[in-house]
């Protein structure tokens, strides 16, 4: 990587010149400026809403970047040792719908965890792509979906040979990775392209000590949350191809559903957080970890909690741990973690990631101190004490097998009706259930509906977990397909 | 020459004092520390540009905070000071012969260093044989005591600056665990006259109440500090700061005080109406 060309931050720069131009817009966005939306000024400040302008050629276009755009891209694909970049403004959701589009057309065959995030199914749906799920591991004691064996990865693309490209995780929300560098191998092997989610890898990049990040291990594409662990404003992300990609088709693929009004907002954010982390990342991630090192040390001090790390790693379904991460499992004190996530919220002013049925997520990130992760323990010692019950009767997580009975496209368009979700079994489900975050689904559209799949959103609903998907927004009806 | 030093109480009302020289000025890993000496309230010590404490005032603040748990406990032994770095509250509690131990935790070891040298007047009092001295987090050191404490003091500056743990649910928390059961904790509660330090002081209020089952507030009056009106929370496990007040018994100890006197003390619990009604709102 070169230094010195990484201490550009191109669009920036041009932000910066067009600024002490003092242009006179005749061009949208109407508030020019923030003269005409005093109040919008008066919360962003005149900085702000000063660089949110519209796409002209000093400044590049998104659609079709040929200058400081441009070489924020290629900054960016030398950074993350890519060979090419692309800016995204409609979050990693974008990014990953782009990867599937850029890979698969209708009825083509696209290996995948279940435990993937709606963006992936939702790209199905649009594309009509088949899913060929690997039921990822389970860890008993701690209810968390873990990556794909290697073996079973193996076994997928054996039987399918015909499938067009392998989706992974890398890693899961909770840190861990499949051995990609061996997928990478064998997909290759049987001319399948290799598609990385990483919305929580972008420190893979940078830190050390981390798994292996997707373009390092030879994948082809990755989608890069740098709104995440990297910095960045919400919304904004990377997507990543290695050299087999036709970047030229991934560019025109990205250009069906992407905005032609990319804000230069998210677009130099992305810029200076891309500049950020190749100047300093290493040094900052290595802070992080050593963050999350403390704090998992401390809460297991308290005892009754456990934050799990690296001890997990099993050299298959957890082939490596991302150590950034603050995982906590909680029935141990008798509370679900989502019990704890709302407690912690509700009476500690504390929000963290999420809580699923067993675990708790707090994020740490570059801007975190010390003094915060105080907090956190502290908060979860006083719980303990205040809370701490029996965990007789409690559930953990589990993963659900799925039962794929059409395509997650043909079931979203069907016929459908809506049923109270207690009447639902057997039926065929034409929608999306999940707990948000972590966003992952417990049923998708195309997937028949078992006693066990509902009796697990009753629990999580009544738990308090905040779930999304269904049309009925009160979740107590599910539309299904109608049956001929 | 002419120089100024001005803490702001909030971003329109200033408290001005005339100051005669600087005598310290520095930065710390965790804030900027500076002495300056002033025409009318002697010394003052400033912390990220706030005033915590003058010479000429501190006396009130540093009483009030001490005497009234030790008049209404009967038998404290160990005593937590937190924060305090600057030696006023220990001043105070070394007059009482019978305590036994006192953990004072201060995370900043240079403003110690820095009271030891510039206010030696109050700083002095570090050096009691009973007092050890711990630069730590507070929220971290009391997440591992139980039951150790007859009295916490918590003397923390502010809720906006590196002390904002000492302000929350889980500190108090952590706290109750670490008293006896007949434990108090006594709290600074900022001051309930202006907008934003009064919802401070209701946020402290709720969260003690949610804590602790016997929760009352006092008042003393601080010219330096803003307002000049300030508030200090009695949380306590067993014992009422009034029913169980033993005047008598602390005369007897014939501990030389200039604000504080029992007298005094069944006074400052009775509070102006519109802090009662702050109050009551979140009980």
């Not at chain 2, 010394?43 to 005033?51: I, M």
């Not at chain 2, 009352?216 to 007040?245: E, M, T």
Request: charged share 25%.
């Amino acid at each position: 990587m070169d230094i010195s060309a990484q201490k550009h931050a191109p669009i920036y720069e041009a932000l910066e010149r067009f600024r002490k131009m003092r242009i006179v817009p005749f061009d949208v966005p109407g508030h020019k400026h923030g003269r005409g939306n005093p109040e919008l000024v008066e919360l962003l400040g005149s900085k702000c809403v000063g660089i949110d302008v519209n796409s002209m050629k000093p400044l590049d276009n998104l659609c079709h970047p040929v200058s400081v755009i441009k070489q924020a891209e290629e900054l960016a694909a030398e950074a993350f040792g890519a060979a090419h970049a692309f800016l995204m403004v409609g979050g990693t959701t974008s990014a990953v719908q782009s990867m599937v589009l850029s890979c698969c057309k209708k009825g083509d065959k696209i290996i995948m965890p279940r435990n993937v995030h709606r963006s992936v199914i939702n790209a199905l749906v649009l594309c009509g792509a088949k899913p060929v799920y690997v039921n990822p591991d389970v860890d008993q004691h701690l209810g968390i979906s873990l990556g794909m064996k290697l073996s079973q990865v193996e076994e997928a693309i054996r039987e399918n040979p015909d499938a067009v490209a392998v989706l992974v995780n890398n890693p899961t929300y909770y840190g861990i990775c499949s051995d990609l560098r061996s997928i990478v191998k064998i997909a290759h092997e049987y001319g399948m392209k290799v598609l990385a989610d990483e919305a929580h890898g972008t420190h893979f990049y940078f830190g050390e000590g981390l798994p292996v990040s997707a373009m390092a291990a030879g994948a082809d594409m990755a989608s890069v949350s740098m709104h995440k662990s990297g910095g960045s404003l919400t919304q904004s992300s990377l997507l990543l191809t290695g050299p087999n990609v036709n970047a030229g088709y991934v560019r025109q693929i990205i250009n069906l559903t992407q905005t032609t009004s990319g804000s230069y907002l998210l677009l130099s954010s992305l810029d200076i957080s891309r500049r950020n982390l190749a100047l300093r990342g290493k040094e900052a991630f290595a802070k992080v970890a050593e963050l999350a090192r403390y704090a998992r040390e401390e809460i297991n001090q308290i005892s009754g909690y456990y934050a799990f790390a690296g001890e997990k790693i099993n050299g298959n379904s957890i082939f490596d741990f991302d150590t950034t991460k603050l995982s906590v499992h909680t029935l141990d004190i008798g509370l679900a973690g989502i019990e704890v996530y709302d407690i912690l919220r509700d009476e500690y002013d504390i929000q963290i990631e999420f809580g699923d049925l067993g675990n708790i997520l707090a994020y740490l990130s570059i801007g975190d101190r010390k003094q915060e992760v105080e907090r956190l323990v502290s908060a979860l010692a006083d719980i303990k004490r205040r809370y701490q019950k029996d965990k007789t009767g409690m559930l953990t997580q589990e993963y659900i097998a799925p039962d794929v009975v059409l395509t997650p496209q043909e079931s979203f368009y069907a016929e459908k009706e809506s049923l109270p979700i207690r009447e639902t079994k057997g039926r065929i489900c034409s929608e999306f259930v999940m707990c948000y975050p972590p966003g992952i689904p417990i049923l998708a559209p195309g997937e028949a509906i078992t006693d066990k799949i509902i009796d697990y959103i009753l629990y999580a609903k009544e738990k308090g977990c905040s779930m999304t998907g269904p049309e009925d927004e009160k979740i107590e009806r599910l539309n299904v397909l109608k049956e001929r | 020459m002419e120089m100024w030093f001005s803490d702001e109480h909030t971003d329109n009302v200033k408290l001005s004092l005339r100051i005669k020289r600087q005598l310290f000025s520095a930065e710390s890993e965790f804030q900027r520390i500076d002495v300056l000496e002033s025409e009318d309230f002697g010394k003052v010590l400033v912390v990220d540009g706030d005033l915590m404490l003058t010479e000429k005032d501190e006396f009130i603040y540093h009483e009030m905070i001490t005497h009234v748990p030790m008049a209404v406990h009967p038998d404290v032994k160990n005593v937590l000071v937190i924060g305090g770095g600057d030696g006023g509250v220990v001043r105070e509690l070394i007059k009482y012969d019978s305590l036994e131990k006192i953990d004072v935790v201060e995370v900043d070891p240079l403003l110690v260093e820095v009271c030891r040298k510039y206010i030696p007047e109050i700083a002095c009092s570090l050096n009691d044989s009973r007092v050890e001295i711990y630069n730590e987090d507070g929220l971290r050191f009391i997440r591992s005591r139980t039951s150790e404490y007859d009295l916490i003091i918590i003397d923390s500056p502010n809720p906006f600056g590196p002390g904002e743990g000492l302000f929350t649910k889980e500190f108090y928390g952590n706290c109750y665990n670490a008293l006896r059961d007949d434990g108090i904790m006594i709290n600074q509660n900022e001051s309930p006259f202006y907008e934003e330090e009064a919802f401070q002081c209701q946020r402290m209020h709720k969260r003690i109440v949610e804590t602790f089952p016997i929760c009352k507030v006092y008042q003393a009056h601080i010219p330096a500090y803003p307002s000049g009106h300030w508030l200090f929370g009695f949380a306590s496990k067993k014992y009422h700061p009034l029913n169980d007040l033993n005047g008598v018994g602390w005369k007897l100890r014939g501990i030389s005080t200039r604000y504080y006197e029992p007298r005094l003390h069944y006074g400052v619990f009775a509070l102006p109406v519109y802090v009662e009604e702050l109050l009551r709102d979140v009980e």
